[in-house]
């Protein structure tokens, strides 16, 4: 049986953290699905759903494992839709565990055949995270060691507007 796993997130923007779980879960699973999410959860996306999902493309355009989607709704019922046996969850710090731990309990309510498997992040990307991307971006800092290089450009063109 092919295992097929997938990742949901905002991507807002995908970042080199994102990348090494991704690049991980490759050796893992036959199927990687990398879900752009619509929808935000009370957060203001920077950048549109159709340019985080071409980014997370680009980034990616070098694993074949990948497919990138986007979707609207809950993440649980995505991975029921594309038939995949997990979703993972990458966790930075030991305070993502405690809510990575809650959203999986409420993932398998939802899918009860759908596990959720974490990832630690690698202690190289610990720091980086979407959020300070993004303000570093807009403060005109230079974020080429965090993200990939399209995403940098697609930053600084936002920002320099």
């Given at each position: 049986m092919k295992t097929k796993v997938l990742f949901p997130g905002t991507f807002d923007p995908v970042t080199y953290g994102h990348l090494d779980?991704?690049?991980r879960a490759s050796k893992l699973f036959d199927e990687i699905i990398i879900a752009v999410a619509a929808d935000t959860y009370?957060?203001?996306a920077t950048l549109d759903l159709t340019l985080r999902q071409t980014l997370v493309q680009k980034a990616l355009a070098d694993y074949p494992k990948v497919r990138v989607i986007s979707f609207h709704?809950?993440?649980a019922q995505c991975a029921i839709d594309h038939g995949a046996?997990?979703?993972i969850r990458g966790l930075r710090a030991p305070s993502d565990f405690e809510f990575e731990q809650r959203l999986g309990a409420m993932n398998r309510q939802l899918a009860p055949n759908v596990e959720t498997v974490f990832l630690a992040t690698?202690?190289?990307y610990l720091h980086i995270s979407a959020t300070l991307v993004r303000q570093i971006a807009q403060l005109q800092g230079d974020v080429s060691s965090l993200v990939p290089e399209?995403?940098?450009q697609a930053l600084q063109k936002f920002y320099t507007k």
């Open positions: 779980l991704i690049h009370g957060k203001t709704g809950l993440s046996q997990a979703i690698a202690p190289k399209p995403v940098a």
